[in-house]
């Protein structure tokens, strides 16, 4: 009996030691490689079928540089182009012209990464925004299919490309058998992402009502988009698109929250903040959010303002509607606007540009509004319109491109403005929001809310319903208004967006199949050598040979 | 790459035990039982050492080379003397030949040896996309490790097994000894204390094996000849 159990016992420990052997062996594969940096994905989606973007998303190619030998065979090589060496014309012709390729992965200049590149100072700030602008716009309207990534460089990339740029010059691009470096990155086919929402986000600050008003008081409306779109939505922090915006619109909802929070000082107009997603796909969620409305709540509106990419201007913000100039409302918000603008030593210019139902296009925010038929109108530093997926925070739009002084004044203006005219002080001389009061522009506040959003990529299919950035802003906008609603709807069904936004790319340095064969020869030979000798040394010359004499015949024997 | 490169690494690393077995007398009479025996031996005196190691030393943080922990663990290294001793003299063999005897316990030995110090990392490394010499080093050292073991079990069955010995021979082959079981100590004051690569330790393993080799050739088939 007790032998029995002894037995069995053994037998367990037996089975833990097998089972972590097996855990070894199996262990095997795990990084053994001679770099392996953080990769961001080309952005892959269906826009009314037709699709753009990247269209894969594994990778296991050799590397090449820029300096390969013309008419080499590419379909099974990823080229790897830093973008100081990046010549447009080359990629678009790569690109348009559908030449086979293994792969392409971009190197972006350190400084632009929002986790390691900080405040540090941008060269060329022009240049580089409008490289990179070109090219994000080339990739984001083609169908590239191969994966396309982008990786910020870093010693180990440095090291290795330099490396593969000398192998490349000696005329030797890397493949099966002349060995070099192979890039690997083992991820599954990316898939679509299921029902994309859009959450809209909105804070009501309720004005005073005297006794006995039956009528429901007017509303003034405040809007900023918050999500982005950009080549790569891991990099998609849109600092200026609409970063700026947001920080803006949470400043003032502060200011005025701190006017509401008194009765004596609180105004006969109440109050709608609205943060709404969906902002790059034509505003839907704008468009959503207000076909929710009630259509008392609609009329009631007296005018909207949206607020569109202010942090990077210096002396002049346009103010963009879609009624004719001449209409009376419109009007008064521009000279409002222009009065303070005056006092603060800045220009505000108004641009028209009609809005056509037919087109579904929507290029401003206020649009949405107008096709409801509420005024309303954009501030933004931009004077044009931008075209599809243009200025929503692309590749270069990070914390270096936004100015916070800017921001400030922005939020000056609209904050005076609007107070004005709420409390009935137009064309007075009056500074409600005065520097050095207990109600002047918090730049802390804007700085600390501006860094947040150049962290946070907010591509609006990949912010579940529950993202924690969206809780925050959900959280920080019931600290200024006295009701929040949450609204969540699915993103237009035109647009399918694909998963797999970011992965981690091993780089081995391999060596090639001749070597390898090289080596079984040579050890093959050794061990013949080897093998001789010692029959020689031990046995003598003679059995040596009987090795390979053959035994005599048995017919001979019997015969 | 992968297995490619595993297995060309794999037979440097046990071919020449494998030839060396088939190569030599040794498949004739059928020693396998022997090796097998002295591989077992070698398995437990590893242990006793593994043992010694933990009480005895302490983990340095630097790797530099520290004489006193050298020297302990070389007073630890001459455990292995010991069980080779244990080998030769206490197992019980078939009826061979003395000559036969020492090879046969010799080739178990490296074998272990090799075994249990370079399958291990090899199986877990050389399978990898990545490569480098390391795997390549590593079997040739298991080479220079069989010529060591080998002349090393010759020396001692020389000491322990054989009873007519010159006279003059008998310090020469103590100091040979002593230099064989003493090389890991040599090697690693080389590899720390010199600050060598290992391309150079694995030639100079390599070269010593040889001569020590061959030294002791020469030393056994002088005790072979009958003494006048």
């Given at each position: 009996m007790a032998t029995l159990k002894k037995s069995t016992e053994l037998l367990e420990s037996m089975y833990s030691v097998i089972a972590l052997l097996f855990i070894l062996v199996a262990c095997v594969e795990l990084c053994d490689a001679a770099a392996a940096v953080d990769v961001y994905r080309l952005i892959q989606y269906d826009m009314s079928g037709s699709p753009f973007g990247s269209r894969f998303a594994a990778l296991n190619h050799h590397a090449a540089s820029l300096s390969f030998p013309p008419g080499a065979d590419l379909s099974r090589t990823v080229l790897i182009i830093p973008l100081r060496e990046l010549n447009i014309t080359f990629v678009r012709e790569y690109i348009t012209q559908k030449k086979p390729l293994g792969g392409l992965l971009f190197l972006l200049p350190e400084v632009l990464s929002f986790k390691h590149g900080g405040n540090k100072q941008v060269h060329e700030k022009e240049k580089m925004k409008k490289l990179l602008a070109e090219l994000e716009r080339l990739l984001v309207h083609s169908n590239i299919p191969y994966p396309v990534y982008f990786a910020f460089e870093n010693d180990d990339i440095d090291t290795v490309l330099a490396d593969i740029k000398k192998n490349d010059a000696m005329g030797q691009p890397a493949t099966a058998t002349t060995g070099g470096y192979k890039l690997v990155i083992p991820t599954a086919e990316p898939k679509k992402v299921a029902s994309p929402t859009i959450t809209n986000i909105q804070g009501w600050l309720s004005g005073l009502k005297a006794d006995g008003d039956a009528n429901q008081l007017p509303t003034i409306a405040i809007v900023a988009s918050y999500d982005t779109f950009g080549a790569a939505p891991a990099l998609s922090v849109g600092s200026d698109s609409n970063g700026s915006g947001i920080a803006a619109l949470l400043e003032i909802a502060r200011l005025l929250s701190l006017l509401y929070s008194n009765p004596k000082t609180r105004g006969r107009y109440n109050l709608l903040f609205g943060l709404t997603s969906g902002g790059p796909y034509n505003y839907n969620g704008t468009q959503k959010w207000l076909r929710s409305f009630d259509q008392r709540l609609r009329e009631s509106i007296d005018y909207a303002i949206c607020l569109n990419s202010?942090?990077?201007?210096d002396n002049e913000l346009w103010i963009h509607v879609s009624?004719?100039?001449?209409n009376a409302y419109i009007k008064q918000i521009f000279e409002g606007f222009s009065n303070v603008a005056e006092e603060l030593d800045l220009k505000v210019g108004l641009k028209h540009k009609k809005i056509n139902i037919?087109?579904?296009?929507?290029?401003?925010?206020h649009e949405q509004f107008s096709r409801l038929r509420v005024t309303a109108a954009t501030l933004s530093e931009l004077s044009v319109a931008p075209e599809l997926f243009e200025g929503t925070g692309g590749l270069f739009d990070g914390r270096q491109y936004v100015n916070e002084t800017a921001i400030i004044r922005g939020v000056k203006l609209v904050a005076e403005s609007l107070a004005r005219h709420i409390y009935g002080h137009q064309g007075k001389n009056v500074q409600i929001f005065a520097d050095e009061s207990s109600l002047a522009v918090n730049p802390a506040y804007i700085r600390s809310w501006l860094d947040l959003l150049s962290q946070t990529p907010r591509v609006a299919p990949f912010?579940?319903?529950?993202?924690p950035f969206v809780m925050a802003l959900k959280k920080e906008l019931a600290d200024h208004a006295d009701e929040v609603n949450v609204q969540h709807e699915n993103l237009e069904g035109i647009f399918t967006f694909y998963d797999s936004t970011n992965a981690r790319l091993n780089i081995h340095q391999v060596a090639s199949v001749t070597f390898d064969l090289l080596l079984l020869l040579v050890l093959g030979s050794y061990l013949i050598v080897l093998f001789c000798f010692l029959v020689i040394t031990t046995r003598g010359v003679d059995e040596l040979i009987s090795l390979f004499r053959r035994p005599p015949s048995r017919k001979v024997k019997t015969a | 790459m992968t297995m490619f490169h595993f297995f060309n690494c794999a037979i440097l690393t046990f071919g020449p035990h494998a030839v060396y077995y088939s190569a030599t007398p040794l498949s004739e009479y059928d020693t396998l039982g022997t090796s097998v025996k002295a591989a077992v031996v070698y398995l437990g005196t590893a242990l006793v050492k593994l043992v010694c190691l933990a009480t005895f030393l302490q983990v340095s943080e630097n790797d530099g080379f520290d004489p006193y922990q050298e020297l302990l663990k070389a007073l630890i290294g001459f455990i292995d003397v010991a069980g080779l001793y244990f080998a030769l003299t206490q197992l019980t063999h078939r009826n061979i030949s003395q000559n036969h005897k020492f090879q046969a316990v010799g080739l178990g030995w490296a074998f272990a040896d090799s075994v249990l110090h370079r399958l291990a990392p090899l199986w877990v490394g050389a399978r990898g996309l990545e490569f480098t010499w390391d795997y390549i080093l590593q079997g040739l050292e298991a080479n220079a490790n069989l010529v060591l073991s080998i002349s090393l079990a010759a020396l001692a069955s020389l000491i322990w097994?054989?009873?007519?010995?010159?006279k003059t021979l008998i310090p020469i082959i103590y100091a040979c000894a002593g230099i064989v079981a003493t090389m890991p100590s040599i090697t690693s004051y080389l590899r720390r204390g010199l600050g060598w690569y290992f391309p150079k330790v694995v030639g100079f393993e390599l070269f010593t094996s040889l001569v020590m080799a061959f030294i002791s050739w020469q030393l056994f088939s002088a005790c072979q000849r009958p003494s006048a």
């Amino acid at each position: 009996m007790a032998t029995l159990k002894k037995s069995t016992e053994l037998l367990e420990s037996m089975y833990s030691v097998i089972a972590l052997l097996f855990i070894l062996v199996a262990c095997v594969e795990l990084c053994d490689a001679a770099a392996a940096v953080d990769v961001y994905r080309l952005i892959q989606y269906d826009m009314s079928g037709s699709p753009f973007g990247s269209r894969f998303a594994a990778l296991n190619h050799h590397a090449a540089s820029l300096s390969f030998p013309p008419g080499a065979d590419l379909s099974r090589t990823v080229l790897i182009i830093p973008l100081r060496e990046l010549n447009i014309t080359f990629v678009r012709e790569y690109i348009t012209q559908k030449k086979p390729l293994g792969g392409l992965l971009f190197l972006l200049p350190e400084v632009l990464s929002f986790k390691h590149g900080g405040n540090k100072q941008v060269h060329e700030k022009e240049k580089m925004k409008k490289l990179l602008a070109e090219l994000e716009r080339l990739l984001v309207h083609s169908n590239i299919p191969y994966p396309v990534y982008f990786a910020f460089e870093n010693d180990d990339i440095d090291t290795v490309l330099a490396d593969i740029k000398k192998n490349d010059a000696m005329g030797q691009p890397a493949t099966a058998t002349t060995g070099g470096y192979k890039l690997v990155i083992p991820t599954a086919e990316p898939k679509k992402v299921a029902s994309p929402t859009i959450t809209n986000i909105q804070g009501w600050l309720s004005g005073l009502k005297a006794d006995g008003d039956a009528n429901q008081l007017p509303t003034i409306a405040i809007v900023a988009s918050y999500d982005t779109f950009g080549a790569a939505p891991a990099l998609s922090v849109g600092s200026d698109s609409n970063g700026s915006g947001i920080a803006a619109l949470l400043e003032i909802a502060r200011l005025l929250s701190l006017l509401y929070s008194n009765p004596k000082t609180r105004g006969r107009y109440n109050l709608l903040f609205g943060l709404t997603s969906g902002g790059p796909y034509n505003y839907n969620g704008t468009q959503k959010w207000l076909r929710s409305f009630d259509q008392r709540l609609r009329e009631s509106i007296d005018y909207a303002i949206c607020l569109n990419s202010i942090g990077s201007w210096d002396n002049e913000l346009w103010i963009h509607v879609s009624k004719p100039p001449e209409n009376a409302y419109i009007k008064q918000i521009f000279e409002g606007f222009s009065n303070v603008a005056e006092e603060l030593d800045l220009k505000v210019g108004l641009k028209h540009k009609k809005i056509n139902i037919s087109n579904p296009r929507v290029a401003w925010e206020h649009e949405q509004f107008s096709r409801l038929r509420v005024t309303a109108a954009t501030l933004s530093e931009l004077s044009v319109a931008p075209e599809l997926f243009e200025g929503t925070g692309g590749l270069f739009d990070g914390r270096q491109y936004v100015n916070e002084t800017a921001i400030i004044r922005g939020v000056k203006l609209v904050a005076e403005s609007l107070a004005r005219h709420i409390y009935g002080h137009q064309g007075k001389n009056v500074q409600i929001f005065a520097d050095e009061s207990s109600l002047a522009v918090n730049p802390a506040y804007i700085r600390s809310w501006l860094d947040l959003l150049s962290q946070t990529p907010r591509v609006a299919p990949f912010l579940s319903k529950n993202d924690p950035f969206v809780m925050a802003l959900k959280k920080e906008l019931a600290d200024h208004a006295d009701e929040v609603n949450v609204q969540h709807e699915n993103l237009e069904g035109i647009f399918t967006f694909y998963d797999s936004t970011n992965a981690r790319l091993n780089i081995h340095q391999v060596a090639s199949v001749t070597f390898d064969l090289l080596l079984l020869l040579v050890l093959g030979s050794y061990l013949i050598v080897l093998f001789c000798f010692l029959v020689i040394t031990t046995r003598g010359v003679d059995e040596l040979i009987s090795l390979f004499r053959r035994p005599p015949s048995r017919k001979v024997k019997t015969a | 790459m992968t297995m490619f490169h595993f297995f060309n690494c794999a037979i440097l690393t046990f071919g020449p035990h494998a030839v060396y077995y088939s190569a030599t007398p040794l498949s004739e009479y059928d020693t396998l039982g022997t090796s097998v025996k002295a591989a077992v031996v070698y398995l437990g005196t590893a242990l006793v050492k593994l043992v010694c190691l933990a009480t005895f030393l302490q983990v340095s943080e630097n790797d530099g080379f520290d004489p006193y922990q050298e020297l302990l663990k070389a007073l630890i290294g001459f455990i292995d003397v010991a069980g080779l001793y244990f080998a030769l003299t206490q197992l019980t063999h078939r009826n061979i030949s003395q000559n036969h005897k020492f090879q046969a316990v010799g080739l178990g030995w490296a074998f272990a040896d090799s075994v249990l110090h370079r399958l291990a990392p090899l199986w877990v490394g050389a399978r990898g996309l990545e490569f480098t010499w390391d795997y390549i080093l590593q079997g040739l050292e298991a080479n220079a490790n069989l010529v060591l073991s080998i002349s090393l079990a010759a020396l001692a069955s020389l000491i322990w097994l054989r009873k007519n010995k010159p006279k003059t021979l008998i310090p020469i082959i103590y100091a040979c000894a002593g230099i064989v079981a003493t090389m890991p100590s040599i090697t690693s004051y080389l590899r720390r204390g010199l600050g060598w690569y290992f391309p150079k330790v694995v030639g100079f393993e390599l070269f010593t094996s040889l001569v020590m080799a061959f030294i002791s050739w020469q030393l056994f088939s002088a005790c072979q000849r009958p003494s006048a």
